[in-house]
């Protein structure tokens, strides 16, 4: 199972939106509502930012909303502000009743 | 508190085994879906094993089938990764995760190093 799709890095305007997406195929992403995803600050675990594909867990700010179109999904960060400098992944469940994540996107603010 | 800890990571010599330990407090582990999750060094996530709530299913990624086995043990509150026929490409900090099909917590993880 090969990793998802995922730009490597994303950047900017403090203040302003950007946008990950991820793409995989019909056999993942494009199949089914289990796309979550996730931020990685530098030495830290990951934590859960959006889950089954647009739903944001409890004391995750709004600015986090998630989306999806055919085999591709999308995260999205309004209003972008300096903690939110980190790494961000999707995962998604797959055909063979598997997990995969994506390849990792490193979001910079300018 | 809610929490998972991790324990057992290393340095192992190419070919040996090691096991894996995340232990479970403050919530209910037996009604919660498991995984293992890895990253190597500077590289990123990478999806190793599930094991539903009873431990009726259990799936593990190509990478290390037939090597690795996820396993729980509900009166120990405790999930465990057993890892056999170690290789380098294993080195990384393995990660536990609750959840099935997203996890919404996390544990601080374990380094494993294979190394000669």
């Known amino acids: 199972q090969s990793a998802l799709t995922q730009p490597a890095s994303v950047s900017g305007s403090l203040g302003q939106s950007v946008t990950i997406s991820c793409t995989g195929t019909?056999?993942?992403?494009?199949?089914?509502?289990?796309v979550s995803w996730y931020q990685q600050h530098p030495d830290k675990a990951p934590k859960l930012m959006i889950y089954?594909?647009?739903n944001r867990p409890s004391g995750v700010s709004d600015r986090f909303s998630g989306s999806k179109s055919g085999n591709t999904a999308s995260l999205t960060i309004s209003g972008l502000q300096a903690e939110d400098e980190a790494d961000y992944y999707c995962?998604?469940?797959?055909?063979?009743?598997?997990?995969?994540f994506g390849s990792g996107t490193k979001v910079t603010g300018l | 508190q809610v929490q998972l800890v991790e324990s057992g990571g290393g340095v192992v010599q190419p070919g040996r085994s090691l096991r894996l330990s995340c232990a479970a407090s403050?919530?209910?582990?037996?009604?919660?879906?498991m995984h293992w999750v890895r990253q190597a060094p500077g590289k990123g996530l990478e999806w190793v094993a599930f094991?539903?709530?009873?431990?009726?299913?259990?799936y593990c990624a190509d990478s290390v089938k037939g090597r690795f086995t996820i396993s729980r043990d509900k009166s120990r509150n405790t999930l465990y990764l057993q890892m056999n026929s170690l290789r380098g490409d294993d080195t990384a900090v393995y990660y536990c995760?609750?959840?099935?099909?997203?996890?919404?917590?996390w544990g601080q993880g374990t380094l494993v190093t294979v190394s000669s």
């Open positions: 995760a609750r959840g099935g099909t997203y996890s919404d917590l």
């Open positions: 403050g919530f209910t582990f037996s009604s919660f879906a």
């Open positions: 094991i539903s709530y009873d431990s009726s299913n259990q």
């Open positions: 019909n056999s993942d992403v494009g199949g089914y509502k289990y």
């Open positions: 089954d594909v647009s």
């Open positions: 995962r998604s469940y797959t055909s063979s009743s598997t997990y995969v």
